[in-house]
C-alpha cells in the first residue's frame, strides 16, 4: 500500500513538472525493446522519462515529423586526443566514443585531460601496448616504435606490465586494450597473461591482432586470430576483435566464420568494422618491417597524409625515418561490404583527430552506414543499423560498465543520448581529400538530454560529455 501511494506521490510530481525537451512525431526505433513506431518522446533531467503516443508539455518542443529517433552511437573505437573533433563525431550522429585498442598507460590523466571539455561521452581501456612504452623505455610516439615493438620482455619486465595494467584497471579502466600487431615481440605467453588479468575484472579485451595490417606478414594473420580466440578461450576473457575489415583483408570471410564458431561454442568473442577500404597507421611502426621485401605496385597504395601523395620505394624509406600517419589504400570493397553487412559486426570508426588524420572515418563513419549501406543500396535495414553503432556497443561494455545499461536503448529511465536525423537525407562528405567535412542529415543530437546538434548545426560552447567508467577499487 505505502508503495502505491509512494508511486502515485512520484507520478503526480513528476507530471506536474514540465519536461525539459519533448520530441514529438518522430520514428522511434530502440533495438532492445523492437520499438518501430511514431511515438513522443520527453526528456527530464537528462533522461528519457515518457515514449507514447500522448501529447507532451515540455520547455521545448521539437517536431520530428519525417525522422527517425535512434539511441545516440556509441564508438568503441575512437584514438582522438583533441575533444574539438567531437563536434564531427557529434554532427555524425555518436554520444560516445571510447579508445579501447590502444588505451592508455595513465587512466587519471586520460580522464582529467577531457572533463569538462567534452561534447560528448567517453571512456578509455587500459593498454598492454602504452604500459609496455613505459616499462621499456620505448621512445615511440603513441605507438611503439623501439624496444617495446622489437625485444622480448624479461620476466621482471612482464610482471611490471602486468602490476601496471592491474593498476589501471583498478582505477576504472572500461576494458584491457591489446594491439599485438604493434608489439611483435611480445611472446604469446605475455599476451595471455594480459588476457587473465582483463578476465579477472570483467573486462573486454579489445585487440590489433598479431600480424594484422603487417604488410609483410601473408597469411599469418590468421594465426593472430587464433591466438587470441585460444587466449580468450583459455582465461575466459570477453574478446572484441578490432576492425575485422583491416585486420582480415582477404581472409574477412574466414575471419567472420572463425568468430561465428567461437560464439556458437559459448566464448564472449565479437567483432567491429568500419565502411572504408584504406586503414590509416603510422610508418615508423611494426606494421611496415619488412615492407622493402614488397614489391614496386605494393608503395602505390600507401598515401602519405600530410599531403596526399602515394609513396614509391624511394620515399616509403624517406617517410619510415621521418616517421608520420599513412594511409593504406589495401582492402576492397566486396571485402568491406561482407564485414559490414555480417549480423556479427557493430560499427566502430577507428577515427583520430579530424584534422590530424586524413581519413574520412573520423567525420563519416556512421552516416556513412546510413547514408550509403542503408538508404543507397539496401545492405541493411535503418533497424539493424541502429542495432550495429548502439545496442551492440553498449552490451559490449555492459558487464563491465553498469553505466552503460542505460545508453544504446530508448526506454524509461535511460540516458537522453539520442540522434535524430533525416533518413531522406543523412550521408557522409568526409573524403581522403577534405577529411574534416561535416555530416549531413543529424537534426539533433542530444548528450545528457543537452542538444550538441540543434537544427542540423553544431552548437558551441556545451560541454555535456561524461566521462565513463568501470567501478574504481582501489
Ligand atoms: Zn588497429
Not at 322 to 345: C, D, F, W, Y
Request: hydrophobic share 40%.
Amino acid at each position: 500500500m505505502l508503495l502505491i501511494v509512494l508511486a502515485f506521490a512520484w507520478c503526480s510530481v513528476s507530471l506536474a513538472q514540465p519536461l525539459d525537451l519533448a520530441i514529438n512525431n518522430g520514428r522511434v526505433i530502440d533495438p532492445a525493446s523492437g520499438l518501430d513506431a511514431v511515438r513522443n518522446v520527453g526528456i527530464r533531467g537528462g533522461k528519457v522519462v515518457s515514449v507514447g503516443t500522448g501529447t507532451l508539455t515540455a520547455k521545448r518542443s521539437i517536431d520530428a515529423k519525417g525522422l527517425i529517433v535512434a539511441p545516440g552511437f556509441i564508438d568503441l573505437h575512437w584514438h582522438g586526443k583533441d575533444t574539438s573533433s567531437d563536434r564531427y563525431e557529434a554532427m555524425d550522429g555518436v554520444t560516445a566514443s571510447f579508445e579501447l585498442e590502444i588505451g592508455t598507460a595513465d587512466v587519471d590523466g586520460w580522464y582529467r585531460a577531457r572533463e569538462g571539455k567534452s561534447q560528448i561521452h567517453h571512456g578509455v581501456a587500459a593498454g598492454h601496448a602504452p604500459i609496455r612504452m613505459q616499462v621499456m623505455r620505448d621512445p615511440g610516439e603513441f605507438l611503439p616504435a623501439g624496444p617495446a615493438a622489437n625485444r622480448e620482455a624479461t620476466p621482471e619486465e612482464v610482471t611490471s606490465i602486468r602490476q601496471r595494467l592491474e593498476a589501471e584497471l583498478k582505477k576504472g579502466a572500461v576494458a584491457v586494450g591489446i594491439g599485438v600487431a604493434y608489439t611483435k615481440a611480445a611472446s604469446p605467453f605475455e599476451i595471455v597473461d594480459m588476457f587473465r588479468i582483463a578476465a579477472r575484472f570483467g573486462a573486454p579485451v579489445h585487440t590489433h591482432i598479431r600480424f594484422a595490417s603487417s604488410v609483410a606478414a601473408g597469411n599469418m594473420r590468421q594465426f593472430g586470430l587464433l591466438e587470441v580466440i585460444a587466449a580468450a578461450a583459455s582465461t575466459g576473457a570477453p574478446l572484441q576483435v578490432v576492425h575485422v575489415n583491416s585486420s582480415g583483408q582477404a581472409d574477412t570471410a574466414g575471419f567472420l566464420e572463425i568468430i561465428r564458431g567461437a560464439r556458437e561454442r559459448g566464448l564472449d568473442v565479437t567483432t567491429e568494422a568500419y565502411p572504408y577500404t584504406a586503414g590509416a597507421t603510422r610508418i615508423e611502426t611494426a606494421i611496415f618491417d619488412g615492407a622493402e621485401e614488397r614489391d614496386d605496385a605494393f608503395f602505390g597504395q600507401l598515401q602519405w597524409m600530410a599531403n596526399g601523395e602515394r609513396l614509391t620505394r624511394e620515399t616509403f624509406r624517406k617517410y619510415r625515418k621521418q616517421g608520420g600517419p599513412v594511409i593504406l589504400h589495401t582492402n576492397t570493397e566486396e571485402r568491406v561490404r561482407l564485414a559490414v553487412k555480417s549480423p556479427l559486426t557493430m560499427i566502430a570508426s577507428d577515427g583520430f583527430d579530424v584534422r590530424a588524420q586524413g581519413h574520412p572515418r573520423s567525420a563519416g563513419t556512421y552516416t556513412h552506414i546510413l547514408g550509403r549501406y542503408v538508404r543507397e543500396r539496401g545492405d541493411l535495414t535503418w533497424n539493424e543499423a541502429i542495432r550495429k553503432m548502439s545496442l551492440m556497443p553498449a552490451e559490449r561494455l555492459a558487464k563491465r560498465v553498469p553505466a552503460m545499461r542505460n545508453k544504446g536503448r530508448i526506454h524509461l529511465g535511460a540516458d537522453a543520448d539520442l540522434a535524430v536525423f533525416d533518413p531522406r537525407t543523412v550521408i557522409d562528405h568526409a573524403t581522403y581529400e577534405k577529411p574534416d567535412q561535416f555530416s549531413e542529415g543529424m537534426r539533433w543530437v542530444l548528450v545528457n538530454g543537452v542538444p550538441v546538434v540543434d537544427g542540423g548545426k553544431p552548437v558551441e560552447g556545451v560541454f555535456p560529455g561524461h566521462g565513463i567508467r568501470a567501478p574504481v577499487s582501489r
